[in-house]
T-cell receptor
Framework: ETGVTQTPRHLVMGMTNKKSLKCEQHLGHNAMYWYKQSAKKPLELMFVYNFKEQTENNSVPSRFSPECPNSSHLFLHLHTLQPEDSALYLC?????????????FGPGTRLTVT | KQEVTQIPAALSVPEGENLVLNCSFTDSAIYNLQWFRQDPGKGLTSLLLIQSSQREQTSGRLNASLDKSSGRSTLYIAASQPGDSATYLCAPDSNYQLIWGAGTKLIIKP
């Protein structure tokens, strides 16, 4: 595997379910990001991790819980979501955060909340 | 607060044409600006990154320019091909966060 991978690619879940999104980067980077892309809206930054430490939480509801066990892996744990949370969730990585570094994106997880 | 506008929102042109996509931003204090393409339902592919000290960057048929003082960037695509059809996003880096435009949806007709 190369670049940034995300699993699953598609997920349908009910509002009472608990699920997790996984992201893995094979680029030797130290920063990882979660973005949300809703239909016809610009991308929204959700979380940033730099060297496994969370450095940014853009007022994201607590029903989204990130986890970064090491610099190569990033998870987004989901519980009691709302239909408006349906979106494409994108993971990205860069050499590090807090600097002018190019970000590389995964293919995304298309989430549908029913 | 940084705001990014991309014009036009959509563009449809015949194959072979040269075209320009525009990006404007309100806060000129940026570290860099990236251009990405996004194919339908997929992630983003980085095309070009222009550092704040640079005026332009080139990659193949793509050329991106940056005028920080006026808050503008353009992406020039030469000799467009059907494979160039995608949504193009610009994202200036403000305070070490990428701020995103809504994108220009480009369709190249064979």
């Amino acid at each position: 595997e190369t670049g940034v991978t995300q699993t699953p690619r598609h997920l349908v879940m009910g509002m009472t379910n608990k699920k997790s999104l996984k992201c893995e980067q094979h680029l030797g980077h130290n920063a990882m990001y979660w973005y949300k892309q809703s239909a016809k809206k610009p991308l929204e930054l959700m979380f940033v991790y730099n060297f496994k430490e969370q450095t940014e939480n853009n007022s994201v509801p607590s029903r989204f819980s990130p986890e970064c066990p090491n610099s190569s892996h990033l998870f987004l744990h989901l519980h009691t979501l709302q239909p408006e949370d349906s979106a494409l969730y994108l993971c990205a990585s860069s050499q590090r955060a807090g600097g002018s570094y190019e970000q590389y994106f995964g293919p995304g997880t298309r989430l549908t909340v029913t | 607060k940084q705001e990014v506008t991309q014009i036009p929102a959509a563009l449809s042109v015949p194959e072979g044409e040269n075209l320009v996509l525009n990006c404007s931003f309100t806060d000129s204090a940026i570290y860099n600006l990236q251009w990405f393409r996004q194919d339908p339902g997929k992630g983003l592919t980085s095309l070009l990154l222009i550092q704040s000290s640079q005026r332009e960057q080139t990659s193949g048929r793509l050329n991106a320019s940056l005028d920080k003082s006026s808050g503008r960037s353009t992406l020039y695509i030469a000799a467009s091909q059907p494979g160039d059809s995608a949504t193009y996003l610009c994202a200036p880096d403000s305070n070490y966060q990428l701020i995103w435009g809504a994108g220009t949806k480009l369709i190249i007709k064979p």
